[in-house]
């Protein structure tokens, strides 16, 4: 306490504010952006998020910044690009699943999901 009351140690809301990439208005800023974007139907990947913020901040932000920025801000956040995918659902897109004729194969899913290897060989 003697050290905060000094000033040798700063208190947790100003550590907070020093710390982080962005200060709540650029924040409030890109969670407008994205928000924005999302109801023009253009939602932005996690790729125009880490744009977005660098050029905000004018600093590079850390390989997990956008996820914890969307997490923190998951209340707010309209668009549906920036949360992954189900697991099942994207097995289910997956490419080695549709035969040739461009048909789904039960078959090929359930043996990607048990780890075999799949080919189409025969039609």
């Known amino acids: 306490m003697y050290r905060r009351a000094t000033g040798k140690i700063q208190s947790r809301d100003q550590y907070i504010n020093n710390a982080s990439l962005l200060t709540k208005q650029q924040q409030l800023t890109g969670v407008n952006?994205?928000?924005?974007?999302?109801?023009?139907?253009l939602p932005p990947t996690n790729a125009m998020v880490r744009n977005f913020a660098m050029e905000l901040a004018k600093k590079r932000p850390g390989k997990n910044w956008v996820y914890r920025f969307v997490d923190t801000h998951s209340n707010v956040l309209k668009s549906g690009f920036l949360t992954g995918l189900d697991l099942s659902r994207r097995k289910a897109d997956n490419a080695y699943c549709w035969n040739k004729?461009?048909?789904?194969s039960r078959s090929s899913a359930l043996a990607l999901a048990s780890g075999f290897s799949v080919s189409h060989?025969?039609?």
Not at 36 to 41: A, F, K, V, Y
């Open 33 to 41: 952006e994205i928000n924005q974007l999302t109801d023009q139907g």
């Open 101 to 104: 004729r461009g048909l789904f």
């Open 121 to 123: 060989d025969a039609a």
